[in-house]
Structure formats: C-alpha cells, structure tokens
C-alpha cells in the first residue's frame, strides 16, 4: 500500500492528516513526538498510523509532507538526508521557500523534493485544533525543483484539489518569499509595531474595528514567527523600507497641512484597494 508521512501534528499537518483521510488508497502515518499530541491525533481519527519514529516512517513513504517550525524542517532534512525511500516525493508546508529549497539540496538525487505552501492557517495551534476544512478555498504554491517530475507536480496538484484548495500556483522560491513578505509577513511586523506603542494599555476598552483587525495577529507564536521572519530577512527588509517610505509620504503630507495633496494621496490609495477587491 502507498504511504503518505505526515511529520509533525500541529495545527497544518494534524489538518493535512485529516483532510487526506482517503486519497487514492494512501495509508497516511502520522509522526510526532508528543504523546499527548499522538493520543490527540488517535482519538480523532487523524491516520492510520501514528509514531514517534520519523525515520522509520520516511524510509517506507512514498511522499512525506514536513510540517515542522522552518528550522526543524531544515534541520530534519540534515539529519534524514540519507534516509528517504528511493523514488519519494517530499514537500512542506513552510511559510518560506529560498531557505527551505536550498536545505533540500542535501537530499539525494533519487528524492524529488518541491516546496509547498498551503495558504491557510488560524490563530490557535496543534492537533486539537486541527480541522478538515482548513485548506477549502485557498490557494496552493508549489516551488518545484530542477529535476521535479511532472508526475510528482501532478500528485501535489491531486492532493490540493482533494484538500479543496482554491488552485494551485508554481512560482520560484524568490517570488513567494516577495509575495509572503507582502501580503503576510508585514502585515505582522506592523501588528506587532503598533502594540509597541507606549499607549497600548491606555486605549483598553477603546479600541474600534480597524485597531482590531489591525493587531488581530499581533498575538503571534513567537518562536515560529522568529524562524519565518528570520529566514525571509531579505523579502521582508525591502517590504519594510517601501512601507517606511509610503508612511513617511503620509506623514509629510500631514506636516506640511496640504490638504488637497492628502486628498489626493488618500484618492490614490482608496482607488488601488476598490480596484483590487474588483478584480
């Protein structure tokens, strides 16, 4: 029977355990280190076989799925690099690509290793909160390697669609890191700078939507977020810069009491967003 190994139950791969219940006749092995976490991923059904064992788990898989922090994916392929079936796909679930794709350099030519990144997640973590559905309606990015077989990209393309993803998108490990650091990664680092305000506490119970929605995800996983930050330091410092720019036009603006150039700016902006929720 074919094997798929699910390394690491948190939220993502206790959901991806879950939700792939089923495709194509896979047996699914489920491999963590926590008992509790695999006494969680029993009583909910979520594979047909769970371990702590991960070696022995992807010397039989003929896909093995990473979902660890970015640095125990890097360190997992270090220290496995040697032990992947013969002819198996292995991909991850990784918030970020360039640094993942090159710690995958390490694997054996008989390993097909392409980066992935389901776009989904919450705000709660591990298998308890793991759900079916997470992934319905999101999007999939693939980052094949040189040598990735059609067959493999195929598979993956399976997989998603049995997932319920939205699509999926193959893009190179340099163009979904700019693309993250944009639409996610900033979003957190202006969370996390807006709750550095002296006034943080002083506004409790004043808070409207937009201070919210705004800080929503500033109550982060700090050492995921550390990893991802890190490892995607480059995407996310010229992000930064171009929002410090753009924020610095505002406050210019402001300065200098032009309303009709406020005006102006705000048309711009406003205009860019009512385009995008259009298209």
Known sequence: MKQIAII??????????LALRGLEGYEIIGVARSENTLRIAKERGAADILTQDGRAAIQQ???????????????FLKEHQGAFKEGALVTDVCGVKTAIMEA??????TVDFIGGHPMAGRETSGMAHAERELFRGTHYLLTPGEKSTPEHIALLRRMAEYLGCRDVVLTTPKQHDELIAYT???????????CDD???????GFEG???RDCTRVAALDVPLWTQLFSMNAPALCGMIQRLEENLKSYRETLESGDRKRLSEKLE????????MNLE
């Open 8 to 17: 690491g139950l948190g939220l993502i791969g206790g959901s991806l355990a």
């Open 61 to 75: 898989a003929d896909v093995t799925i990473l979902c660890l922090h970015p640095q125990g994916i890097v360190d």
């Open 104 to 109: 995958a350099a390490v694997l054996p030519d």
């Open 184 to 194: 996610s990664q900033v979003m957190h680092i202006m969370a996390v700078a807006v």
């Open 198 to 204: 002296p006034g943080l506490f002083s506004c409790r």
């Open 209 to 211: 939507n937009s201070f």
């Open 268 to 275: 711009y902006s406003a205009n860019r967003k009512r385009q």
